[in-house]
T-cell receptor
Framework: AQTVTQSQPEMSVQEAETVTLSCTYD???????LFWYKQPPSRQMILVIR??????QNATENRFSVNFQKAAKSFSLKISDSQLGDAAMYFC???????????FGEGTQLTVNP | DAGVIQSPRHEVTEMGQEVTLRCKPI?????LFWYRQTMMRGLELLIY????????DSGMPEDRFSAKMPNASFSTLKIQPSEPRDSAVYFC???????????FGPGTRLTVL
């Protein structure tokens, strides 16, 4: 079974600074999908960024980028120029194939200090 | 598009009562997922459907839980009888299949007294 581990229960960053959230996973599959979801206090789950395992290039979405290390089974999220609105719980998630279930990590609570 | 719609947003009930949670996926999406979020267990998949057919219900905790998807635009998750340990936020999500991106509804916060 796939597992996803987020070893940082809480992180904090100063506004305008950069922060990196860690995620590792375990799978025997060679092709899969990885995601970062954001859950603000409203509890709405919002997709931040996704990465297909077959793509070597790291995904980027505006201020959000990932460092995908397939051999190390690591998938970290970097948030640049942090904003107050980035404060939320961040979940790393894994999916084995297209259209299949998501397995979530435990989450990292990010605080952004003004 | 209105996104994934869930109702009710909040439900408070007493132990032993039947609870029905509802979900309307995004039009055109062919996969639908039910997740439960608790402090103790985090986010966990209960069941998912593909083209209205249940594919994996291994996450359904007990026979007290059942889910149906009678058509492409509606799904229900029923708990009968409910217990206090069922208190959680229940999310419905749908996916078009492509890129496996799942779109989540706002969730239903269930409290069983």
């Amino acid at each position: 079974a796939q597992t996803v581990t987020q070893s940082q229960p809480e992180m904090s960053v100063q506004e305008a600074e950069t922060v990196t959230l860690s995620c590792t996973y375990d799978t025997s599959e060679s092709d899969y999908y990885l995601f970062w979801y954001k859950q603000p206090p409203s509890r709405q789950m919002i997709l931040v960024i996704r990465q297909e395992a077959y793509k070597q290039q790291n995904a980027t979405e505006n201020r959000f980028s990932v460092n995908f290390q397939k051999a190390a089974k690591s998938f970290s999220l970097k948030i640049s120029d942090s904003q107050l609105g980035d404060a939320a719980m961040y979940f790393c998630a894994f999916a084995e194939t297209s259209g299949s279930r998501l397995t979530f990590g435990e989450g990292t609570q990010l605080t952004v200090n003004p | 598009d209105a996104g994934v719609i869930q109702s009710p947003r909040h439900e408070v009930t007493e132990m032993g009562q039947e609870v029905t949670l509802r979900c309307k996926p995004i039009s055109g999406h062919n996969s639908l997922f039910w997740y439960r979020q608790t402090m103790m267990r985090g986010l966990e998949l209960l069941i998912y459907f593909n083209n209205n057919v249940p594919i994996d219900d291994s996450g359904m905790p007990e026979d007290r839980f059942s889910a149906k998807m009678p058509n492409a635009s509606f799904s229900t998750l029923k708990i009968q009888p409910s217990e206090p340990r069922d208190s959680a936020v229940y999310f419905c999500a749908s996916s078009p299949g492509a890129y496996n991106e799942q779109f989540f509804g706002p969730g239903t916060r269930l409290t069983v007294l």
